[in-house]
């Protein structure tokens, strides 16, 4: 079956930085757009970053662009969040999710989803 494992999260500092990780297994992991999404206490999932397939295009949420990164690695089934000048507003469950579709945003229409890595940054 499908896994995605993510790791990487924990405490950070306003202005630090984390990465976070996600190893795929169980499926064709080079036919899917890979996002990240999270979710903080008492509110919905977000949509964080997508790349697409081939990790030529990525696209992010206006409130990380700039201070966070998406990639891939193809061969080895992984899809990575570099997160830099931490907030605490950043504090949250962070899922990495699978999809068909290269324009993936909205969290209900996501195919896999990961089991989440709590990130927390305090101020």
């Known amino acids: 079956q499908v896994q995605l494992v993510e790791s990487g999260g924990g405490l950070a500092q306003a202005g630090g930085s984390l990465r976070l990780s996600c190893a795929a297994s169980g499926l064709t992991f080079s036919s899917y757009t890979m996002g990240w999404f999270r979710q903080a206490p008492g509110k919905e999932r977000e949509f964080v970053a997508r790349?697409?397939?081939?990790?030529?295009?990525?696209y992010y949420a206006d409130s990380v662009k700039g201070r966070f990164t998406i990639s891939r690695d193809n061969a080895k089934n992984t899809v990575n969040l570099q997160m830099n000048s931490l907030k605490p507003e950043d504090t949250a469950v962070y899922y990495c999710?699978?999809?068909?579709?290269?324009?993936?945003?909205?969290?209900?229409?996501?195919?896999?989803w990961g089991q989440g890595t709590q990130v927390t940054v305090s101020s």
């Open positions: 999710a699978a999809d068909g579709s290269p324009f993936v945003r909205d969290p209900r229409n996501v195919d896999y």
């Open positions: 790349i697409v397939r081939s990790g030529g295009s990525t």
